[in-house]
Nanobody, 129 residues
Framework: QVQLAESGGGSVQAGGSLRLSCAAS????????MAWFRRAPGKEREGVAT???????RYADSVKGRFTISLDNAKKTTYLQMNSLKPEDTAMYYC???????????????????????WGQGTQVTVSS
């Protein structure tokens, strides 16, 4: 049974940083895709970043240059380093996993809840101005 557990959310002021973690259990990273999504109140779930088993990374335009996704295979943990945070980054952040690589080859804006079979419970990020 695959389980994902996010941590690291919190409240920061604009310009601050946070690092989110997503620990996976019962799961292998070979030929797989990991992703971070977020959902702000009243908005649709948005794909933020993806990383595949080869280390290829993609980012939404809204976070490019500020967020960095990384993967520690030994720890089965995916990270999202978020710098220069803005109030519009306020959202619930979720990690997602797929045993196949195709979501990591799909345009981020086309990814949705049905693109991944496994989701974490989410961690709240609040950025104040």
């Amino acid at each position: 049974q695959v389980q994902l557990a996010e941590s690291g959310g919190g409240s920061v002021q604009a310009g601050g940083s946070l690092r989110l973690s997503c620990a996976a259990s019962g799961y292998t990273y070979s030929s797989s895709c990991m992703a971070w999504f977020r959902r702000a109140p009243g908005k649709e779930r948005e794909g933020v970043a993806t990383i595949d088993s080869a280390g290829t990374k993609r980012y939404a335009d809204s976070v490019k240059g500020r967020f960095t996704i990384s993967l520690d295979n030994a720890k089965k943990t995916t990270y999202l380093q978020m710098n220069s945070l803005k109030p519009e980054d306020t959202a619930m952040y979720y990690c997602a996993a797929h045993t196949l690589i195709w979501p990591c080859m799909t345009p981020l804006q086309a990814l949705g809840a049905n693109s991944f079979g496994r989701w974490g419970q989410g961690t709240q990020v609040t950025v104040s101005s």
